[in-house]
């Protein structure tokens, strides 16, 4: 009998494919993503692992030396793929876990340039969200077992026989998949999310879009409980100051931050400002790369979705869900302390501490010219 082990066939030939075409679709996120250390918040290459514990719910993310952890800035490609989604599902088209794209339409569509150096850290994004593996025991039902998966299953270059890039396949793991198709799993976020260029804050704006959403009062967060949530590998000391100068600049949109204390207890108090919906407009950081120079936008539209229809265009209406008024029980450390410490930091600040963050102005209505 021979040895030889059979041939796994691809998820690809298995499933049929979602043909993205160019259009508009409001950038989305997956809660669980913004909730959780899931990336590397480091330009650098991370192949320390992340163990995160809270609330019995365990999350562990693991690197290979070659390509190192799946950074914040590589996770920009898993906003786009469920903002595709979300689309098509509000829309009645049906999807798949595979998705057939343009590298362009993805490059585009989160404000970077499209040269063929950004083409190449594309690749390196799609290598890290490949080999990255993650487990963990959110949404593992009543009888959990272990779930083990990478961000990609699978990707390949289309190409033409002289060699031409036509396009781009992958697969994305079922435990994501689900996770945005249940709408209730997902929250739109601002567009200039991309033009933020570092790790932390980037990281501290799907904290405070996931906690603070648009409730009056906002979130607040001793910077201890920040610093683990976040899965940083500086000291809590350098996290803490990093923060202070966050503060300093308020960089995030729509959310003002605020350092209060409490004792010998620090805290950040995220609130609300105007929710801007602007388009994406400005230089962003490269994908993940050390010491990478900053990438610039090609200022075309936001990629949209099309299913096996000739050319559609979709320009739905910018829309954010209702108040955020839940959370996970781990989201505050020492929960009743800080809760008593936000009481008494609104009885003594007014709401205008700070002064509102500018927004950079909407110009154009889904679907007009810029």
Request: overall charge positive; aromatic content about 8%; proline content about 5%.
């Amino acid at each position: 009998m021979s040895s030889r082990r059979p041939i796994t066939a691809s998820e690809r030939s298995k499933l049929e494919p979602f043909i993205v075409a160019t259009g508009d679709a409001s950038p989305r996120d997956q809660r669980d993503l913004m909730e959780r250390p899931f990336f590397s918040l480091a330009k650098a290459r991370r192949t320390a692992p992340i163990l995160y514990e809270a609330a019995g719910v365990r999350v562990e993310v693991y690197a290979v030396p070659e390509h190192g952890m799946a950074t914040i800035w590589d996770a920009d490609v898993l906003i786009w793929a469920a903002s595709q989604l979300v689309e098509a599902e509000d829309l009645g088209f049906k999807t798949s876990r595979f998705l057939r794209f343009t590298s362009y339409q993805l490059l585009t569509s989160i404000g970077r340039q499209t040269g063929a150096r950004d083409y190449k850290l594309l690749k390196g994004a799609l290598a890290r969200l490949q080999s990255t593996v993650i487990r963990t025991s959110i949404r593992g039902g009543e009888h959990w077992r272990r779930h083990q998966f990478s961000w990609i299953n699978e990707w390949e270059e289309c190409t033409t026989r002289d060699g031409r890039v036509e396009g781009v396949e992958f697969v994305l793991p079922d435990w994501f998949y689900r996770g945005v198709i249940d709408r209730s799993l997902v929250l739109a976020i601002d567009p200039a999310y991309f033009r933020l260029t570092g790790g932390i804050e980037r990281w501290l704006y799907r904290v405070a879009r996931k906690h603070a959403g648009r409730q009056p009062k906002g979130w607040l967060f001793e910077i201890a409980h920040l610093h683990q949530k976040s899965g940083s590998l500086v000291r809590v000391s350098d996290f803490a100051l990093q923060l202070r100068r966050i503060v300093a600049r308020q960089p995030l949109p729509g959310y003002r931050l605020r350092i209060e204390r409490n004792g010998r207890r620090e805290l950040l108090r995220i609130l609300p400002a105007h929710l801007s919906t602007v388009s994406v407009d400005g230089a962003v950081e490269a994908l993940g790369t050390s010491h990478a120079s900053r990438i610039g936008t090609s200022h075309a539209a936001l990629s949209g979705l099309r299913t096996h229809e000739p050319q559609l265009t979709l320009w739905p209406e910018t829309a954010i869900p209702d108040l955020n008024l839940e959370s996970n029980s781990e989201s505050n450390s020492s929960c009743g302390a800080a809760r008593s410490a936000d009481k008494r930091a609104v009885a003594a600040q007014p709401a205008d501490h700070i002064g509102p963050q500018p927004s950079l102005p909407f110009s154009r209505k889904p679907g007009g010219k810029r």
